[in-house]
């Protein structure tokens, strides 16, 4: 499985960016995850940023994005979005996509990253 994040760059305070991940793998069925973007910033722990459920219909939100982020996902592209808006200083990280599915064979729990794409925001 292969989770490729783009989109990251240089950017100033109040700017827009629309990061994306393109996921891959021979057996991986995309409709079958739930996905999510994650930020670590110098110094911190990893945060959650937004998740979305398999068919779109559900999102979550970490609190310091809410209503400045919106992430969404084309299943047909295999692909996960996510557009920053009102961006700040403090949302400068690295955003991972991160797929979570469902082994229910073995009934444990398949967890992916990518490698990450780094956000810069200059005041």
């Known amino acids: 499985v292969q989770l490729q994040a783009s989109g990251g760059g240089l950017v100033q305070a109040g700017g827009s960016l629309r990061l994306s991940c393109a996921a891959s793998g021979r057996t991986f069925r995309f409709t079958r995850y739930d996905m999510a973007w994650f930020r670590q910033a110098p110094g911190q722990e990893r945060e959650l940023v937004a998740a979305i459920r398999w068919s779109g219909g559900s999102t979550v939100y970490g609190d310091s994005v809410k209503g400045r982020f919106t992430i969404s996902r084309d299943n047909a592209k295999t692909t996960l979005y996510l557009q920053m808006t009102s961006l700040t200083p403090e949302d400068t990280a690295v955003y991972y996509c991160?797929?979570?599915?469902?082994?229910?064979?073995?009934?444990?729990?398949?967890?992916?990253w990518g490698r990450g794409t780094l956000v810069t925001v200059s005041s």
């Open positions: 991160h797929a979570r599915g469902i082994d229910y064979s073995e009934w444990r729990s398949l967890d992916y």
